[in-house]
């Protein structure tokens, strides 16, 4: 159904307010992917502070270029098949590890590109960002590296006192 102006004027203003509030987007291409597969890809955004929005190019281009951002406006709206675009909210990269989780297991869903921080990111980078670990996965490293030489050092002084108290059994026994 076709939306008139003061519906479009809206829609424009929400897709404003959450770029100025977004952490990361991520722009993905979703022809062809079946309903259930999107609505279950919303509701784990959902749960994890993101928003999955579905627009039209030209009001998006419009959009970008309301914030200075019209070279990536036109780059998209020349891109064939549908965008949706994924906001994250709260940590930059979950909503790039979601939808990258889902686009491993559905081929309709493809990531075009994203925006990080002020900085735009093609696919390649979007996907290489959603490949990393988690914050919680490198402070668990972080933990363990500081961890180690202390490890070590319990375990050379195990080792010292297991040779004594072997080498006393053997002396108890002779």
Request: proline content about 1%; charged content about 30%; hydrophobic content about 40%.
């Amino acid at each position: 159904m076709a939306k008139n102006k003061e519906e479009k004027k809206e829609i424009v203003k929400e897709l404003t307010d959450a770029f100025e509030q977004k952490q990361s987007v991520v722009f993905i291409d979703f022809k062809g992917s079946k309903a259930e597969d999107l609505f279950e890809m919303r509701n784990q955004l959902k749960d994890n502070g993101c928003l999955l929005k579905v627009t039209k190019k030209t009001l998006l281009g419009l959009v970008l270029e309301s914030l200075g951002a019209k070279e990536i406006g036109n780059e998209l709206t020349k891109m064939e098949g549908q965008i949706a675009i994924v906001f994250g909210f709260g940590d930059e990269i979950t909503a790039s590890k979601i939808v990258h989780r889902f686009a491993k297991g559905n081929e309709n869903i493809k990531i075009l590109g994203g925006v990080f921080g002020d900085n735009f990111a093609v696919q390649q980078q979007v996907v290489e960002m959603a490949e990393l670990p988690s914050r919680e996965e490198l402070l668990a490293k972080l933990v363990a590296i500081f961890n180690s030489p202390c490890y070590g050092f319990v375990n050379a002084l195990k080792g010292n006192l297991r040779n004594f108290v072997f080498l006393l059994s053997k002396r108890s026994t002779q």
